[in-house]
């Protein structure tokens, strides 16, 4: 005796289920499908009942744990929160699709509990994925207190994006399982994401900017740095610009593209500041008097509470004999530096007083002489002046 058998229909949006649909015989078949098999059945939705039980076990598991360690933000506690979102008609698939596995089961009635297992697990694997990819975000930013209001509006932005990637590739999968062509909305989904990129640039690249400021952490709020002529302290860091105080007291407002594209020096990382003097001396010092000066001013650095670096001699210049100073203030607060350059500077002035020093000061000197080349004063001889000749 032979047997034909008919082949299942194709899957297309008409016919999702790629079988033949009839309501009147779905029910007939799983009517003959009980009555034939029901000690299968038992068996296997016993199985399905105990993997359905587990699941729930792990998901109220993961909940307790979460609520427990709610305050800690660790590798666990990420887990923990993505299996705490499992969802009941994901487990309500797992055990019906282990039932008409192991139960043989009809085509149609297999088809639809392989659909929709397909689409509960799809979409069950996004939400798990959604979830630890956020919770690595917030442990990576949950140990900068003060990036707390930008990192929740940044966070509220990459929640959105992570949720429109993860669920249009879920989509898209789900549409793929179910026999639909694809790849006209996957190329109609690149043209229009470059499309939305190039109209959107610069909102963008501030945004990505402004995420590697809060992940990277070249800087952060209250510390003070400088780039190119600026120098200020870090007030706020929002999601397009970065708002700085300069030293001179005025706000200063740079897109965090702007920003990053320069070379910025953080000097809050710095335990020290250095400072330089250049101190000038008349040519009338005695060259002993010239020799004690580096000495003199390594003694006022030191009884100012700074670190003496260098001194000396470094050139004769047109109106003076020029020394330099190096020293570091230890302290990365620009305030506390500006103070100790202010007092450093002014013992100088007194110690160089009290020692007879004398700084130097641009002067020039003027010498006239007859027409034949001989040198001559540049007032009579014997007085100042034509009043004081007569006198």
């Given at each position: ?133 956020l919770g690595l975000v917030e442990r990576k930013t949950s140990r900068d207190p003060e990036q ?244």
């Open positions: 005796m032979t047997t034909s058998t008919t082949p299942s229909s194709p899957i297309t949006l008409e016919n999702p289920l790629g079988v033949e649909f009839s309501f009147s015989k779905f029910v007939d078949e799983s009517a003959q499908w009980l009555a034939d098999h029901y000690v299968d059945i038992l068996i296997a939705t016993a199985v399905g009942a105990i993997i359905f039980f587990i699941l729930g076990g792990i998901k109220r598991y993961a909940e307790h744990y979460v609520r427990k360690n709610e305050d800690l933000i660790g590798y666990r506690t990420i887990i923990g929160k993505a299996l705490s979102r499992t969802s009941k008609f994901f487990m309500f698939m797992v055990s019906a699709e282990t039932i008409v596995s192991f139960s043989s089961a009809p085509e149609l009635v297999e088809r639809v509990i392989h659909i929709l297992f397909t689409i509960s697990a799809v979409l069950q694997v996004a939400i798990w994925i959604r979830e630890i990819i707390h209001e930008t990192l929740q509006n940044a966070m509220t932005l990459i929640r959105l994006l992570v949720t429109v990637i993860l669920f249009a590739i879920a989509s898209i999968m789900i549409l793929d399982n179910l026999g639909v062509n694809v790849t006209g909305l996957i190329a109609g989904l690149g043209v229009g994401g470059i499309a939305i990129g190039l109209a959107a640039q610069g909102i963008f690249s501030d945004l990505f900017a402004a995420l590697s400021i809060i992940f990277d952490k070249p800087f952060r709020r209250g510390e003070t740095i400088s780039y190119d002529n600026t120098i200020g302290t870090i007030e706020k860091i929002g999601l397009k610009s970065t708002r700085l105080r300069a030293v001179t007291g005025e706000e200063i407002i740079v897109s965090n593209t702007n920003l990053l594209d320069k070379e910025i020096v953080n000097m809050t990382q710095l335990a020290r500041r250095r400072t330089r003097f250049g101190i000038g001396v008349i040519y009338q010092t005695q060259p002993d008097e010239a020799r004690r000066i580096p000495s003199l001013l390594k003694a006022i650095v030191e009884s100012n509470d700074a670190k003496f670096i260098r001194s000396g001699f470094v050139g004769f210049g047109d109106s003076s004999i020029n020394f330099e100073l190096d020293f570091d203030i230890m302290s990365s607060d620009y305030e506390v530096v500006y103070e100790g350059r202010h007092r450093i500077g002014l013992a100088i002035l007194q110690k160089f007083n009290e020692e007879g020093l004398e700084f130097a000061y641009p002067t020039q000197t003027t010498f006239t002489s007859d027409p034949d080349g001989k040198m001559i004063m540049p007032y009579p001889e014997g007085g100042f002046g034509i009043a004081a000749k007569e006198g």
